[in-house]
């Protein structure tokens, strides 16, 4: 099993940044593309961002394309989620999760993860 722990959500004014980060444990973590979640009171789960084994390939959804980078570091089993200029929408619990057989193609859909981490939960006030 993968154990996957997010941390860093919080309250954060509008136009604010955060930095979430996931850190796995149990499993190789360079074996699995990661990716980002989000999930808003009452909505579907929605797919934030991806990023490759190595981290050489990165994928994001429009909506927050040039907002919100994605990284990991391999030697510290940790996948990070910068967030930059949050908007009131943005506010939802956010995932982390695990593919190990996808690619960052994939892992856009919310049945492709393998694992997935408790949630932390982010709020941006306007």
Known sequence: QLQLVESGGGLVQAGGSLRLSCTASGRTFSNYVMGWFL???????????????AGGSIYYPDSVKGRFTISRDNAKNTVYLQMNSLKPEDSAVYYCAADSLGTIATMIRVSEPDYWGQGTQVTVSS
């Not at 009171?41 to 934030?48: A, I, L, M, S």
């Open 39 to 53: 999930q808003a009171p009452g909505k579907e789960r929605e797919f934030v961002a991806a990023i490759s084994r």
